[in-house]
């Protein structure tokens, strides 16, 4: 059985869907797995010991967490904008009478992102706009610039 051009393209759109799908959810999740709790590593290593011995859990330091919610908020930027930079732009020009912190706000409360901090959530939103506009649509990046600068 031979599939028509129409079929061939929806076929085809169905995976770019699922693909986008997979990339924006699953993708971030496997690069930035929850942290384990330090009491966890302690019960791990204390059963994985044959006698027990005190270890001392080093304290971490703001840099490694700083560095590791970066790539993510780095990865997860990347491929939204690459997958959802033509839709960020319909969504621009649709809700033009809404200013961009209205935007950014309606969208952090529909897409919550797990990993990142409220602080971080802001800054990849801004980055998702600006990086969309002029990526897809350079005639709404001045309005996304005046925006992000206002809000």
Same mark, same amino acid.
């Given at each position: ?9 929806i +076929? #085809?759109?169905?995976? @770019?869907? !699922?693909?986008? $799908? #997979?990339? %924006? %959810? !699953? @993708? /971030?999740?496997? *690069? &930035? /797995?929850?942290?384990?709790?330090p &009491?966890? *590593?302690?019960? *791990?290593?204390?059963? +994985? ?8 859990? /080093?304290?971490?330091s703001?840099? /490694? ?7 993510? +908020?780095?990865? $997860? @930027?990347?491929?939204? %904008?690459?997958v959802?930079? %033509?839709? *960020? ?8 009478? +809404?200013?961009?912190?209205? $935007? ?5 409360t ?5 990993? #990142?901090?409220?602080q971080?959530?802001? @800054? ?5 706009l ?22």
């Open positions: 059985m031979q599939l028509s051009k129409l079929e061939m393209r +076929l #085809l759109v169905m995976v @770019v869907v !699922i693909v986008g $799908i #997979l990339a %924006v %959810v !699953i @993708v /971030p999740r496997l *690069v &930035a /797995p929850a942290p384990a709790e &009491a966890t *590593v302690a019960r *791990v290593t204390a059963t +994985l010991t044959p006698t027990p011995a005190p270890t001392a859990l /080093p304290t971490p703001s840099t /490694p967490t700083q560095k590791s919610e970066q790539q993510s +908020l780095d990865d $997860i @930027v990347a491929s939204t %904008v690459s959802y930079s %033509v839709l *960020v732009c319909t969504s621009l020009q649709e809700y033009s009478a +809404l200013s961009i912190p209205q $935007i950014v706000d309606r969208v952090l529909q897409y919550p992102t797990t990993g #990142l901090s409220d971080s959530r802001q @800054v990849m939103a801004h980055r998702v600006t990086e969309s506009a002029a990526k897809s649509c350079p005639d709404q990046s001045p309005r996304v610039a005046a925006g992000i600068t206002q809000g």
